[in-house]
C-alpha cells in the first residue's frame, strides 16, 4: 500500500498534482481544486500572488476577435461607400 511521502506510518490518500508525490490527508491541500503536497504548496506560496499570466490566451483570443470585428467593420462601410 501507498504511504504518505512526508509520513511513512499513513496512508496515502492522494497524489500531489504537481510532484505526482503520495500524500496523505493531512499532508493534501487543494488550491483551486487540485491536490498538492506540503513542499509543493509551500514552493506556491514563495511566488507572487499573481503571475504573469494575466496576459492569458483568452485575452489574446479577444483581442483578435475584436481586430477581426473592427476589419469586417471597416470592410463593410468601404463596400457600402463604393456602392
Ligand atoms: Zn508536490
Ligand atoms: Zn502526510
Request: hydrophobic share 50%.
Amino acid at each position: 500500500m501507498a504511504v504518505c511521502r512526508y509520513h511513512p506510518d499513513r496512508a496515502g490518500v492522494g497524489i500531489c498534482m504537481r510532484c505526482r508525490a503520495v500524500i496523505c490527508a493531512s499532508c493534501s491541500t487543494q488550491v483551486e481544486g487540485i491536490n498538492h503536497c506540503f513542499a509543493c504548496l509551500k514552493a506556491l506560496a514563495a511566488r507572487p500572488v499573481r503571475p504573469v499570466s494575466s496576459w492569458s490566451p483568452l485575452w489574446s483570443a479577444g483581442l483578435v476577435l475584436a481586430g477581426s470585428w473592427l476589419i469586417l467593420f471597416v470592410l463593410l462601410l468601404l463596400v457600402r461607400g463604393s456602392q
